[in-house]
């Protein structure tokens, strides 16, 4: 009998606390599923010396590479233009001046695709010519606005992947068709072969057993947010929090930045209904924190699959939002519901609705979670998708 072949999986970010992850709950996650695998070895990021790599699971256009990832085989005076100017601009002008570098550089700085990450990809490539490529999507650079080149950088990754897996539809149509933006409309992926699979969420951890802070509301209302841009929805809860201010059965709860929103951010200290705990990176505190809510709120526009929101709903949390992006997708699943949208010419109506059937929203996100988000199940599906890949080999 031939000996079943060990695969070895290399995810190309750092993992290296499981615990403490607040905004991409995705690496450790499926780290930890390969992990625990016996037919396969996993690696990431801060694994330095690495054998042969049969899977490569890239993210995104690599914005977790920065200025420590930098080595002269991945040098680029791009990259290193995009980090240092704001802090040595100075020395850049004066040095172009005497060099006659064209200021024109500079002025194109925030639209440079990421080329250390591109040859940080290429030197594996090099190294492991065998190597299968899964690229993982989010969402798009430009319409979050950030770090506005590496767009480019996903469709040159994109171009020399074996397969790329979408979170939702919504994230394939926008990369696919592309999509309106300030910067016009962004580019457009043709993969060689692309599947959505689900985020999964870890129930071991967010569930609704467990301890609870002693925190005060009848209706608790939870809203966690790593990012403080105004896209985020802080607005619509200063409004939910106005329109309630003098019922004190309704708390509301913001973890992450929102105080560092450039508009509305200022305004959260003048409710005494709401109560801002700042940024917390330590998961199991995060979850005490869902179990210890009521309802989670998060009008964030154009998110692609936001894990937050799975994590709410694994913690039995009925969900206030938006329908934009692919939230649809998460909290609606035809004959079951795990929450409404905000209605903008009346936003506390279906704050009440959620209220008047609570018991059967709670009993609907629990529901979704275990069929559609397990991340058992989430692991399985990208076991299968390498395993479909290597029967191609």
């Not at 996993?42 to 256009?61: A, E, F, Q, R």
């Not at 009848?218 to 985020?232: F, G």
């Not at 206030?320 to 699943?333: C, F, P």
Request: with cysteine; net charge positive.
């Amino acid at each position: 009998m031939n000996k079943k072949k060990i695969l070895n999986i290399y995810i190309d970010y750092k993992v290296d606390n499981t615990s403490n992850y607040l905004g991409n709950s995705f690496p450790p996650l499926i780290y930890n599923y390969f992990k625990n695998n016996d037919n396969y070895n996993i690696y990431s990021l801060n694994d330095l010396n690495l054998p042969k790599i049969d899977y490569c699971i890239v993210m995104n256009g690599g914005s977790h590479w920065n200025y420590k990832n930098f080595k002269l085989s991945n040098f680029s005076i791009y990259q290193f233009l995009i980090w240092t100017f704001p802090k040595f601009y100075k020395i850049f002008i004066f040095f172009s001046y005497f060099l006659k570098i064209p200021s024109k550089l500079f002025f194109k700085r925030h639209m440079y695709n990421n080329q250390s990450y591109e040859k940080h990809i290429k030197s594996l490539i090099k190294n492991n010519p065998t190597m299968k490529i899964i690229h993982r999507l989010d969402g798009i650079y430009q319409i979050i606005c950030k770090v506005y080149g590496y767009d480019q950088t996903v469709k040159n990754l994109n171009d020399i992947s074996d397969l790329t897996i979408y979170q939702s539809n919504y994230s394939k149509e926008s990369w696919e068709k592309g999509h309106e933006s300030i910067f016009g409309r962004t580019v457009q992926l043709k993969p060689k072969k692309s599947i959505i699979l689900n985020n999964g969420v870890d129930m071991n951890l967010f569930n609704p057993k467990g301890d609870k802070f002693d925190l005060k509301g009848r209706w608790k209302i939870l809203n966690i947010s790593a990012s403080p841009s105004p896209k985020k929805g802080l607005f619509r809860i200063l409004e939910l929090a106005n329109s309630l201010e003098k019922n004190d059965l309704f708390q509301f709860y913001l973890i992450g930045n929102q105080d560092k929103d450039p508009i509305f951010g200022k305004y959260i200290k003048d409710y005494k209904n709401i109560n801002f705990i700042g940024s917390i990176k330590d998961r199991k505190v995060l979850s005490k924190y869902y179990r210890s809510c009521d309802i989670f709120i998060f009008p964030s526009e154009d998110d692609c699959s936001p894990n937050v929101i799975l994590e709410a709903m694994a913690s039995g949390l009925p969900v206030l939002t938006v329908n934009s992006g692919g939230i649809n997708e998460i909290i609606d699943k035809g004959e079951i519901k795990s929450g409404l949208f905000i209605d903008d010419k009346n936003p506390v109506m279906n704050l009440q609705n959620i209220i008047k059937f609570y018991d059967q929203f709670r009993l609907n996100s629990l529901k979704i979670i275990k069929k559609f988000h397990n991340n058992d199940n989430t692991g399985l599906e990208y076991e299968k998708a390498i395993q479909d890949l290597e029967l191609k080999n």
